[in-house]
Nanobody
Framework: VQLQASGGGSVQAGGSLRLSCTTS????????MGWYRQAPGKQRESVAL?????NYADSVKGRFIISIDNAKNAVYLQMNNLQPEDTGRYYC???????????????WGQGTQVTVSS
């Protein structure tokens, strides 16, 4: 199973970006998909999760929207009113049962860079 993230880039404060993450491989059951980010010198943090419901970091509530295409096992993150503190590498994440494995596993994408200038 591989996750492929795309859509990052450089924008000015107030701008928007839409991240996409597609899944390749056999997905038996997708439990949760989400986006995490890591800024230089900081730990990776959860940004938005979706799976039965949605969960957002307080810092992005009202600005970011996570959505999922269950048919494609793809997850998206619409980021509006971006601010310099949103700068970081964004990673998509998938938790579920994949291939012939019977156990729940977690997979990560390679990340996509988001840079917001003031």
């Amino acid at each position: 199973v591989q996750l492929q993230a795309s859509g990052g880039g450089s924008v000015q404060a107030g701008g928007s970006l839409r991240l996409s993450c597609t899944t390749s491989g056999i997905v038996f059951r997708m439990n949760i998909m989400g986006w995490y980010r890591q800024a230089p010198g900081k730990q990776r943090e959860s940004v938005a999760l979706i799976g039965g419901g949605t969960n957002y970091a307080d810092s992005v509530k009202g600005r970011f929207i996570i959505s999922i295409d269950n048919a494609k096992n793809a997850v998206y993150l619409q980021m509006n009113n971006l601010q310099p503190e949103d700068t970081g590498r964004y990673y998509c994440n998938a938790v579920g049962i994949f291939g012939t494995d019977s156990k729940i596993k977690t997979y990560w994408g390679q990340g996509t860079q988001v840079t917001v200038s003031s």
